[in-house]
């Protein structure tokens, strides 16, 4: 598959504000923000979308989901509450196939869906 700029952000390539790091996946702050927290976890290994998981992948796709409580807790955002997204190829919106959770709160968030 094709290289993306987040897996040269796992590998230390192109600068990123990582906020959270282990041997499963990374966690940086979105370049783009659309809550005051926006962080982009992504696997180590490059899977291009959800729509293309394997039962090989579950270890990270967990771990997806246990960065993004850490995280959470760690910006103070747990309690109050945030959002987990995952846009999934053209019509989901997806922009970089490097499969990627966007976590998002800091703020009341509004409609799931604007369009
Ligand atoms: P998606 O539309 O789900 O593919 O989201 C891609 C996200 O990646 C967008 O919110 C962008 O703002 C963000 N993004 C693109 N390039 C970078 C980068 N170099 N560092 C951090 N975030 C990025």
Same mark, same amino acid.
Request: glycine share 10%; charged share 25%.
């Given at each position: ?42 696997? !180590? ?7 293309? &998981?394997?039962?090989? $992948?579950?270890?990270? +796709? %967990? ?23 995952? !846009? ?7 922009? &970089?196939?490097?499969? $990627?959770?966007?976590? +998002? %709160? ?10």
């Amino acid at each position: 598959m094709a290289d993306t700029i987040f897996g040269k952000i796992v590998r230390g390539e192109v600068e990123a504000d990582v906020v959270y790091r282990d041997e499963l996946v990374t966690a940086f702050r979105d370049i783009n923000a659309q809550a005051p927290t926006h962080v982009l976890i992504v696997p !180590n290994e490059a899977i291009p979308t959800a729509a293309d &998981v394997e039962p090989s $992948h579950e270890p990270a +796709l %967990g771990r997806l989901f246990t960065a993004a409580r850490k995280i959470a807790e760690a910006e103070g955002i747990a309690e109050e509450g945030y959002r987990l997204i995952v !846009n999934v190829r053209g019509h989901g919106g997806q922009e &970089v196939f490097h499969l $990627h959770m966007h976590l +998002l %709160g800091g703020k009341r968030l509004g409609r799931m869906l604007s369009g």
